[in-house]
């Protein structure tokens, strides 16, 4: 047992889009990052006298620092012949980038200590009532605050054992929790029951949780997530063929901000570039800024009357250019590099301002269909969202926790920010789902409650009187390791 009470929490939930930071008792992260990390090559090679007292080169530890913004190329130091130290801590599932599969938990660990240096965390001093006397006294020192993840129990036992190594080796955490998101969102809404659907960057999650218990049966994942539709955009401004006779406005595809910004570079610098994951998350940013633009329409409440954004049965000259539509008013959005998309001339255009649509189409259009999905996975599937909660509640046999599911559904992550989402799943499952079951969807007004319930929930929990003798101490992992340690979570 820990008794750290007289020291708050230090909490983190580290997703694939964002990382977010602060302390455990307070309403919401105080450091939000991107998820991911520079490595700085910068004087790799260092000379040192080995054991014999000949000179031998030696790598020097790589250092990493935070990517605050992606509006510029990574600094020089970040580069090598092959490839830029950019590493993105969890790689969505849709990336086409070339990295590697694996989590690397030297840059998660670099990434909290980026964010311990954001909030001065080894600040001893910081935290202590009354004013520091000595300025001898040093500011730096191991953390003492117990540290509570967020984890997503798709990853996997050995990466969550990976996770408390680096709290306890790495970071020299004193002691340290694991939950899983979705019982932490479940936390931050107060229902300890709830089926949590979670519509985040690299997919969308749906997950019971029991009694505070994240049910393994019937967690399915999609792969429709903000990424996704991200892609998917991306993919319609580069695709000549769905333009007809108006021109295609990024036939060489979508131009990042970095690129706009480092016209001289040189040409090896930007070819890494292009390959890698900064590029992705550069173009998603792009992307991102375009799907949330004020031209996107609010979901409808039911099904749509209309066909699904870009399906294949539309007329064939519905793409033309019609002169008579043009009015003063028509929707437009301005690319970064000032290409100039008309939004309401074009079928595909105003196909593009009912985006969010597809998260609920059964079917999708063609184009989309040779990413068929690869994952051997049979939970991980490109169902829509409706589909999807279906799907899940199928796994659960017992009815009545079906049902006491079916009325507590909470809907949050960050791309559960489209106008309307709400309304949209709960007529959507109203109509796929028994009539006897009566469904409720819960969500927040509030955006900050949908981005960061995990990390909110997590808040609360660290904060609980009944929740400290949950601590796995620095002593019991030192006993039992970190396998052994991580059964403490389940008991
Ligand atoms: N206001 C918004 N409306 C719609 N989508 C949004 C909004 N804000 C962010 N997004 C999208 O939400 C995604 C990020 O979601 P979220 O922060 O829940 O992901 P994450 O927790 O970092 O990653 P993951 O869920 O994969 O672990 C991004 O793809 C972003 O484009």
Not at 254 to 277: A, C, F, H, T
């Amino acid at each position: 047992m820990y008794c750290g009470d007289e020291t708050g929490a230090y909490v983190g939930d580290v997703g694939s889009h964002t990382a977010r930071f602060g302390y455990g008792g307070e309403d919401c992260p105080k450091v939000v990052l991107p998820s991911a990390v520079y490595r700085h090559y910068g004087g790799t090679v260092d000379y040192n006298n080995d054991d014999e007292g000949s000179r031998v080169k030696k790598r020097k530890a790589a250092k990493y620092s935070a990517p605050v913004s992606l509006l510029n190329a990574p600094p020089d130091d970040c580069f090598t012949e092959n490839e830029v130290g950019f590493i993105p801590i969890y790689n969505s599932m849709n990336s086409n980038a070339k990295s590697s599969p694996d989590v690397d938990t030297e840059a998660l660990a670099a990434l909290w200590e980026c964010s311990y240096q954001s909030l001065a965390v080894r600040d001893r001093k910081k935290h202590t009532v009354g004013p520091r006397h000595d300025p001898n006294d040093t500011i730096e020192g191991p953390i003492d605050h117990p540290l509570l993840a967020s984890i997503d129990p798709h990853r996997g036992e050995k990466h969550h054992a990976s996770i408390l190594e680096m709290f306890f080796e790495s970071l020299s955490a004193p002691a340290a929790y694991l939950a899983p998101s979705a019982t932490l969102s479940a936390f931050s809404f107060g229902r300890p029951t709830a089926l949590v659907v979670d519509v985040g960057h690299s997919s969308a999650r749906v997950t019971p949780v029991m009694d505070g218990y994240t049910l393994k049966f019937g967690s399915v994942q999609s792969q429709r997530g903000g990424d996704w539709l991200a892609r998917v955009q991306e993919k319609v401004l580069a695709c000549n063929d769905l333009w007809g006779d108006a021109p295609c406005p990024c036939p060489d595809g979508v131009m990042p901000r970095y690129m706009l910004r480092n016209k001289d570079d040189n040409l090896l610098k930007l070819k890494i570039l292009k390959e890698s994951s900064f590029h992705d998350m550069s173009v998603h940013q792009v992307m991102y800024e375009m799907m949330t633009g004020s031209h996107v329409l609010p979901l409808e409440e039911e099904e749509s009357s209309l066909p699904a954004p870009f399906s294949d049965n539309d007329s064939d000259d519905s793409n033309a250019v019609e002169d008579e539509e043009v009015d003063e008013d028509e929707p437009m959005y301005v690319l970064p590099d000032g290409t100039r998309l008309d939004l309401g001339l074009t079928k595909t255009g105003k196909d593009l301002r009912r985006l969010p649509e597809l998260f609920f189409s059964e079917s999708l259009p063609t184009f989309l269909q040779t990413d068929t999905n690869t994952n051997s996975d049979e939970n991980i599937t490109t169902q829509p969202l409706h589909q999807l909660v279906q799907h899940s509640l199928s796994q659960i046999l017992d009815a009545d926790i079906r049902k006491e599911l079916i009325s507590n559904i909470i809907l949050t992550g960050s791309s559960s920010l489209f106008t309307g989402m709400d309304k949209r799943l709960s007529s959507e499952l109203s109509r796929i789902l028994p009539s006897m079951y009566k469904n409720k969807v819960i969500s927040s007004k509030n955006s900050v409650e949908n981005r960061y319930s995990a990390w909110i929930g997590g808040s609360i929990l660290s904060s609980l009187g009944s929740f400290q003798q949950m601590w796995l101490s620095r002593r019991e992992y030192d006993e039992c390791g970190s396998f052994l340690g991580l059964q403490k979570f389940h008991s």
